[in-house]
């Protein structure tokens, strides 16, 4: 009885150390404390036997806590260079899309598909690429699991509603984060019947200014055997950009 | 055109910008007896771009090699060529562009610059639009913006019909008759609007008899008074665009000059995922100062139209589009299906027909000659 005691005694420090699963996610939507950032995308996407290639000049600033805007030109292949993508996050109504087609010469407003739609025809989706809202989940710490040598926690996230699910297209997601760095290492997909439907792999990471950047990561689509891989290179941060940089008259520069 | 000459000429001495293009191979089959091709070549495409700071020099200049009967030989045609100088809050552009106003698709009241090319539509927009030299300067402040712009020399629209015997009549180009006109932008909670006067000559035809009892062809002056606005909502945009046409038949007592009127579109743009959208437009045309008797042959008091852009695309492999007009009141319709494969990286093969349909007399029915298929073949590099 005293043994057991003592067992409970020295297990406590050991529970109470061990973060629940929203603290985990917290530590990792949180770290973020960037003012502004640059970088330079390149996305391969395999499918059916071709490879397609996709550029992008990335630029992104936190207006509010809670709001980005986000501007991206797309560098490559030549036919679509020059096309221009404006989100003006609003955490209160509507974003705000547009888009500058060269071909067309004009700046349309585009409405959302949703979060769940694919990003660029790739396997990330516009939710896998954004900022999670931590409301939308309910997560539960699965304890400590090794992966590729290291450990790491195991989070499981259910969607908080109907809505969250129909949106993402998610009834699960399974969160491997890196208590080192506090990033997602691994990512495993699961659509709303409960079936494994995307992989990600978070192949390489840079530190600035003591934050760690995913910079090379791969989804792997295990229901179409499509795979898709986002590097994130020349990533800059605090670069002081210009809120004039996110309007609609510079999507057309 | 000198002036555009010289742009041209300037930023091609200025190696050492950007080169880009494409080279296109196009054949145009004629949907009409005897089904001959209306346009066969092949097209080299050279844009240049540099930028000195505060100002960017761009060129855009086609080599048109055309192998049909009609047109055979090798054209050059300065697609766009201009200068922009940057300020802090003001751009100005001078020298060939495009410049388009407006917010709906296909149908843009207040669109009355860039003129169309009517028997030409495929599915690119610098084949069918036709840019205009002009001097273009947006000034912005806080999240409005305001553009002026003038367009001394009056381009028209190409509509591919011939009135036997018709001779066209152009403005003269003189000050008197330069066009121009301004655009005021602004945001309000998410709406997005614009209101616009642009003082011009029609881009479309008016066939009037001439006092020697032939008939002319003329493009009278009118004052277009605009507004626009979208709106997103969810998976939605909504949007709409409108314009009054002051014409100089103000009083409608003249039988050959169009009178006042009104012309709108009323649209829906929904994203039903990130393959499909699909854009619902309603259009209606009032005409205003109606006296029966004294109206133009062809000209109804109130026509209405409704328009549909359906798009699926498999982001990177190939895209479907479907673009389709139809007139309520004689029952034409103009349809663009495009099939688009891209081939490789940069390498797209475009399939696609340009259909007009209708009675004789019908706005669309009356262009059926220029029905067509196309194939093209385009390599961006």
Redesign the interface.
Same mark, same amino acid.
């Given at each position: 009885m005293r043994i057991k005691a003592l067992w409970l005694l020295l297990s406590l420090p050991l529970v109470a150390a061990m973060p629940s699963g929203r603290e985990v996610m917290e530590r990792v939507v949180n770290k973020a404390t960037w003012k502004d950032m640059t970088a330079d995308v390149l996305m391969r %996407?395999s499918a059916?036997g071709r490879e397609? %290639?996709?550029k992008i000049k990335m630029f992104s600033r936190k207006r509010t806590a809670e709001e980005n805007d986000t501007l991206m030109r797309f560098t490559?292949?030549?036919?679509v260079?020059g096309t221009a993508f404006l989100l003006i996050e609003?955490s209160k109504? !509507?974003? !705000?899309?547009y888009l500058y087609l060269p071909?067309?010469?004009?700046i349309r407003? %585009?409405?959302?598909?949703?979060k769940g739609?694919?990003?660029?025809?790739?396997d990330f989706s516009?939710y896998d690429i954004g900022k999670p809202k931590l409301g939308d989940w309910k997560y539960r710490n699965l304890g400590m699991v090794e992966l590729n040598g290291r450990k790491v926690y195991k989070v499981e996230a259910l969607p908080a509603n109907k809505k969250v699910e129909k949106e993402t297209k998610y009834g699960k997601i399974i969160h491997y984060v890196d208590p080192q760095k506090w990033s997602v290492v691994r990512a495993e997909y699961y659509d709303r019947m409960g079936k494994l439907w995307k992989v990600l792999e978070v192949r390489s990471f840079k530190e600035i200014k003591g934050i760690w950047f995913q910079t090379d990561l791969v989804m792997n689509n295990i229901q179409s055997g499509s795979q898709s891989e986002m590097k994130f290179e020349n990533l800059k941060v605090d670069q002081g950009l210009s809120p004039s940089l996110f309007?609609k008259?510079s999507l057309r520069? | 055109m000198r002036g555009t000459g010289a742009i041209l000429l300037l930023s091609i001495l200025l190696l050492g910008g950007d080169f880009t293009g494409y080279m296109k191979f196009y054949a145009h089959q004629s949907l009409v007896s005897p089904y001959g091709f209306t346009k066969l070549g092949s097209r080299l495409q050279l844009n240049l771009k540099k930028s000195l700071g505060k100002i960017d020099f761009f060129s855009s200049l086609d080599f048109d090699m055309r192998a049909e009967e009609q047109g055979r030989g090798l054209s050059l045609y300065p697609v766009e060529a201009y200068i922009t100088f940057h300020w802090s809050s003001v751009d100005l552009r001078i020298g060939r562009q495009f410049v388009f106003w407006g917010r709906t698709d296909w149908i843009n009241p207040t669109d009355n610059i860039t003129p169309w090319d009517y028997t030409n539509i495929t599915a690119e927009i610098e084949d069918y639009r036709l840019s205009v030299d002009a001097a273009k300067l947006d000034w912005y402040f806080g999240n409005s913006s305001l553009e002026l712009v003038l367009v001394p020399f009056f381009k028209p629209n190409i509509t591919g019909m011939e009135i036997p015997g018709a001779k066209e009549v152009l403005p003269e180009q003189k000050p008197e008759n330069w066009q121009e006109g301004l655009r005021f932008s602004s945001e309000f909670s998410g709406l997005n609007f614009s209101l616009s006067y642009w003082k011009g000559f029609d881009l479309y035809p008016t066939v009037v008899p001439d006092m020697q009892g032939g008939l002319t062809v003329q493009h009278p002056r009118q004052q277009v008074f605009g507004a626009d606005f979208d709106y997103a909502l969810g998976s939605f945009v909504i949007k709409g665009e409108g314009a009054y046409f002051l014409t100089q038949d103000r009083e409608g007592t003249d039988p050959f000059v169009k009178n006042p009127y009104l012309h709108y579109v009323l649209a829906l743009e929904w994203a039903a995922s990130s393959n499909l959208t699909a854009d619902l437009q309603f259009v209606e045309k009032r005409v205003l100062r109606w006296h029966q008797g004294l109206m133009g042959p062809y000209e109804e008091r109130i026509s209405r139209s409704a328009s549909l852009v359906f798009t699926y695309k498999r982001e990177g492999y190939w895209k479907l589009q479907l673009i389709s007009v139809y007139n309520f009141k004689d029952g034409d319709y103009f349809l663009l299906p495009i099939f688009t494969y891209e081939f490789a990286d940069g390498v797209n093969i475009y399939l696609g027909a340009t259909l007009f349909r209708g009675p004789e007399e019908s706005p669309f029915g009356r262009l059926k000659d220029s029905s067509r298929a196309f194939l093209e073949v385009k390599y961006s590099f």
């Open positions: %996407i059916r397609r %290639i996709r490559y292949p030549p036919d260079a609003h109504g !509507e974003d !705000e899309r071909a067309l010469r004009r407003r %585009i409405a959302s598909s949703g739609g694919a990003f660029m025809g790739s516009y309007t008259r520069r | -």
